[in-house]
């Protein structure tokens, strides 16, 4: 039987993080993952000769060169990758758009604080109070106490419509929580958003992963694919090892799980403890509730640059209400907010090979998960199948219709922010929460992982530790940092390896 130093269930950005950091320091280390492909939520497939990225609109957390003391610099120094390694492009502006108003913003913050000061004159003075508590908020604080954003926003603006507008893309981009944030979440959403900003690789999410597994494989790590993890084993209040889903059993001193909360609570088999939960839910927080929120993700190749139907913004946050509801819809989708994503409109060297616009909505899972597939569905075709709206071709199932209906519904509602594009769309493709789950094994589809969170990564069980969503720090760089952190603290600061801060 192989025993391992570490183990690492999942080959997403978290798990990939934290792999490269043992590798580097001779840790023999595996990571196992169930797919045939590594990178998680954030990968990458191909359809009819396009290559499309399922997880990336946009990098959050961009930092210049040579720029200190960011996450993205603390990132790239662990990893000891270089920056132009990354080969990074800027947004060139996005927005926040309501009905009747909207904010720029870009990496420059001074756009949005402009913006704020002209839409919400009355505002301006609670914006920069609001801005300072964030910049005066230590986010890294693992023993902070939880506290709700709403009210602390609050407190600042008065405005309700300014509000939603500064919760709105927060939200879609790592919020677990129905309409609310915790204040430490919403801290590290701000900055990585509003101070920092966007940016993407030319060749976009696959180029982060070639570096990620490139690093991985040269600093001797193992990566196993087609490898699930069926059970966490475990000896009293330990856990020793894992088995496969194939029946093969391997042994660890550690085992870093990126699969969830519940899902690994799942392959304990067990209730975990709690003794270092942080939850601003009250109840027992041993307990962690499957997140609610997930979303379809609507795919339009065009058949010219978005700029050229009059399209400026790189990413537009959207709400048709008059307030916005980030909360899971009694119908399959709640199109009347969501994101709209202009790839092309980075400031890339080259125009990419297609044009596109991405639409996100927040989506129901047990209402995709209720409807019929029809007869011989394959669970790849939830990815592949084509939404045949702009073909007119007749739906070949009821979830194909469903596709349909709220693939319509979906490009109906955005048409308040952007021309209608449809007539330039020459294939489109939609994946729904079944899709999610499907590839990331989140149970519910949920994206953001559960409302609880453990931000100390401790699972309850010795040597069985949280990384990536369920950890607390989301998004691509977020996931990164939270398996690198985790890896730091649960393997090398105990094993008294040279760690640098
Ligand atoms: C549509 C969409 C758009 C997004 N857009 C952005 C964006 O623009 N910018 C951004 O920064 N972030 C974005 N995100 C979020 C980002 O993708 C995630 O926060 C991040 O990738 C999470 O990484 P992770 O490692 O925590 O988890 P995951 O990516 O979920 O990785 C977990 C891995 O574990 C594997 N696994 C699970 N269970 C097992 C098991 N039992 N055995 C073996 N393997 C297992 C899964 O297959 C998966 O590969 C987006 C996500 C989605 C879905």
């Given at each position: ?27 023999k280390?595996?990571v ?28 959050t ?52 604080r ?116 069926a ?78 139907l009059?399209i ?128 990331t094994?989140?149970?519910g589809?949920?994206v ?7 931000r100390t ?28 952190s ?11 390896a040279?760690?640098?801060?």
């Open positions: 039987m192989t025993h391992y130093d570490a183990i690492i269930i999942g080959a997403g950005m978290s798990g990939l993080g934290a792999g490269i950091r043992l590798a580097m320091f001779d840790k280390v595996v196992l993952e169930r797919h045939y492909v590594w990178g998680g939520l954030n990968s990458f497939y191909q359809y009819q000769g396009h290559q499309f990225d399922v997880g990336l609109h946009a990098m957390n961009y930092a210049p060169r040579g720029a200190k003391g960011l996450p993205l610099t603390r990132l790239l120094k662990q990893l000891r990758i270089r920056w132009d390694e990354l080969d990074l492009h800027e947004q060139g502006h996005s927005a926040v758009s309501w009905p009747g108003e909207k904010l720029k913003f870009s990496n420059d913050f001074e756009l949005l402009s913006e704020v000061a002209r839409a919400f004159p009355s505002q301006a003075d609670g914006f920069d109070a609001l801005t300072q508590a964030v910049r005066d908020y230590n986010e890294l604080d693992l023993n902070a106490p939880t506290l709700n954003a709403r009210e602390i926003v609050e407190s600042h603006i008065s405005d309700p419509v300014l509000a939603d507008m500064i919760f709105c893309p927060l939200m879609y981009y790592g919020s677990a929580r129905e309409n609310d944030m915790d204040w430490d979440q919403f801290v590290v959403m701000f900055k990585s958003i509003f101070f920092e900003g966007f940016a993407r690789p030319q060749a976009g999410v696959r180029h982060i992963l070639k570096l990620l597994i490139d690093r991985y494989r040269k600093a001797g790590g193992e990566l196993r694919l087609k490898a699930g993890v059970k966490i084993l475990t000896e009293g209040n330990r856990s020793v090892g894992v088995e496969l889903d194939n029946g093969e059993t391997l042994t660890a001193d550690t085992v870093l799980s990126s699969a969830g909360l519940v899902e690994t609570t799942k392959m304990v088999g067990a209730t975990l403890a709690s003794p270092a939960s942080h939850s601003s839910l009250s109840g027992d927080a041993s307990i962690a509730p499957t997140g609610k929120l997930s979303f379809t993700e609507t795919i339009n190749v065009l058949n010219k640059p978005a700029r050229e009059g400026e913004e790189t990413i537009i946050f959207f709400n048709n209400n008059e307030r916005f509801n980030y909360a899971q819809p009694t119908d399959l989708c709640d199109t009347s907010s969501g994101v709209i994503c202009m790839p092309g409109n980075f400031n890339l060297p080259e125009q990419p090979n297609d044009h596109l616009i991405r639409i996100t909505n927040i989506a129901n899972f047990d209402k995709w998960n209720a409807v019929d597939r029809g007869v011989g569905f394959q669970p790849a075709e939830v990815m592949r199948a084509p939404c045949p709206q702009s073909r007119s071709e007749a739906p070949t199932s009821p979830y194909q219709a469903a596709k349909q209906h709220w693939y319509t519904r979906s490009c109906d509602d955005v048409l308040a922010h952007i021309p209608e594009f449809r007539a330039h769309t020459t294939l489109t493709d939609m994946f729904t929460p079944r899709t999610i789950r499907h590839y094994g989140h149970e589809g949920a953001y992982g559960s409302p609880i969170k453990k990564g401790e699972s309850g069980l010795e040597g069985l530790y949280i990384i990536g969503t369920d950890q607390g720090f989301l998004g691509i760089i977020g996931a990164m940092l939270s398996g690198i985790m890896a730091n603290r649960w393997v090398l600061q105990r094993d008294n040279a760690v640098e801060a």
